[in-house]
């Protein structure tokens, strides 16, 4: 089986973001930029899933700026991924959603794929556009907050569950197919320091990305206000406390009638 | 000029031991150091991630890493736990001996296992009577048909009880000193060989430390390293290579004592401000940070000067005896910006001035550091 994760450099959790000079987006410079979160998940399921169906190969890819994009890819081969496809854009061009699949879909066309993998958003603009747009420039079914998948490889099908607000729903799908993954319900592996080394020779492909100005223009980032000042409750025993502390969260948060 | 960026092929690695001291090693140091406890199960997974064996060359199966990627690591497992740190290093030190000593088929035999398997070594030199002074051991070696008979005590041994494997220094000649000192790899199956039991130590609690006896051990000639009587020689070079990486372990502690300090000093309040507002917190945090960027600097120094060919016992011993002291000076004003607390076990900081005293011993208390440096100093001028 021919699997393609599609992963997107992030800044790291810890980063303390600033906005630009001009104050329109966040400020890149000196932040660090990891494969995360729902990335993380969805290369961990392209692993699961190659270790599952012998002979499969996991084809990691990523559109964006340098050196960051090729961190992340070295980053998924130490994980365990067979090779990866750079296609070289600046941030300007591909930073959301819709750009970044239209930036990867003539990559992905000349990559054997039965399953194309993604996170359910990118862990920094979190629009969760990304699958969707994919699925419909490859011209192939797409599906989103997908977890439990599975080959079956008597019927040649992916099988899934997809959680909604009523229940959860059982799936089928033919190939080729593109996924966008719940978060979290593997547990991402850890890479190992001989993968690690030999991720840094590992050959990556470079594709240059088709100049094209992204749909949506940013116009201001702002960081979140500081928090204001926790309220402290007075007490003399516990039994005290906790009883402010209910009729707090009851008359002034509201959290509970 | 010197470049002081690293690679980010470094940067991974480094991430890596992060990542691993945060999430696996940190969590559980405080109950390892109180209860203490030897914890196998966190020694296997930094094996499983590659964490051990740092030193062994690409041709036996392991990183092969230098010495200054050996440190990067070091120090991001010392800010999770200096103790659990010294256990998954150790094999480095015990293995040292057979990479600079070894023969070819010796290093075959010996050092491959280490990297198919999760095994520990132990280094055994130190003697009840003499530590520093490595010459005086008493363990003998009799020449006995093909091989040797071993007998005699090593002591402060880490990760005796555990190990599968010993590079154990003994004379077979007490009169010629260290000249009589041959090196053998001894394996813990061998009759007579006995661990002791768990010492009961003040720091460094997450590690194992005792006693091995030898009595009347047969070890074959071929597992002797390198000619007769070239053992001191051996040890020396040994420690040559591993001292610098306690410069690295003495330093992760200093950081992480510093971060706690810092953090603490801008949460806790006294005369209605944080006391990082106070001048007298900022000169201890200030002193504090030169201090752990010294250690470092002084780290990364000893070892691209030994990753570039050079012997580097002067600059190793500077970093070592350096980065050491500093650890026990960041820990000792970070327990005083805690105050109180600062004492409580209940607070991570008193662990670390505990912890960071062992690296004022080990490997080479800084005495030796101090009379090693001024003999190296002195040359120069004489």
Known sequence: ?257 | MPDFSLTPEQESLRDLARKFARTEMAPHAQECDRTPRFPEEIYRKAYDLGLMNLNVPTEFGGSGLSLLDQCLIVEELAYGCAGMTTSIIANCLALEPIILGGSSEQKQRFLTPFCQEYHLASFALTEPTGGSDAGAIRTRARKDGDGYVLDGEKCFITNAPHASLYAVFATTDPAAKHRGISAFVVPRSAPGVTPGKDEEKMGHRASSTSTVRFDGVRVPAADRLGAEGEGFSVAMRTLDQTRTPIGALATGIAQAALDHAARYALKRQSFGKPIAEHQAIQIKLANMAQSVHAARLLTWHAAWTIDRGAKGSLESSIAKCFASDASFQVADEAIQTFGGYGYMKEYPVEKLLRDAKLTQIYEGANEIQRTVIARELLRGYA
């Open chain 1, 1 to 257: 089986m021919e699997i393609v994760v599609c992963i997107k450099p992030v800044p790291e959790a810890e980063t303390r973001l600033r906005p630009t000079a001009d104050g329109t987006r966040a400020d890149p410079d000196g932040v660090k930029f990891v494969l995360a979160g729902y990335d993380e998940s969805s290369v961990e399921q392209a692993l699961l899933l190659k270790e599952a169906v012998p002979a499969s190969k996991v084809h990691a890819v990523a559109v964006g700026p340098a050196p960051r994009s090729e961190e992340v890819l070295r980053a998924a081969i130490a994980l365990g991924c067979d090779s990866a496809t750079w296609v070289d854009a600046t941030a300007d061009t591909a930073d959301d959603g819709l750009s970044a699949a239209r930036a990867l879909a003539p990559a992905l066309a000349g990559l054997p794929h039965d399953l194309v993998l993604a996170g359910k958003q990118a862990g920094d603009r979190e629009s969760g556009v990304f699958a969707a747009a994919l699925g419909e420039l490859l011209g192939v079914p797409d599906f989103g907050f997908v977890t439990d998948l599975r080959w079956e490889p008597a019927a040649a099908r992916f099988t899934f569950r997809r959680a909604t607000e009523g229940g959860v729903e059982r799936w089928e799908s033919p190939v080729p197919c593109v996924i966008a993954l719940q978060q979290a319900w593997n547990d991402p592996r850890t890479a190992k320091l001989p993968m690690i080394l030999k991720s840094r020779k590992a050959p990556i492909a470079k594709v240059a990305a088709a100049p094209a100005a992204g749909p949506s223009i940013p116009v201001k980032f702002e960081l979140p206000p500081p928090r204001s000042g926790a309220k402290m409750i007075e007490y003399k025993t516990p039994e005290e406390a906790a009883q402010t502390l209910v009729r707090l969260l009851k008359e002034e948060a509201k959290v509970f009638p």
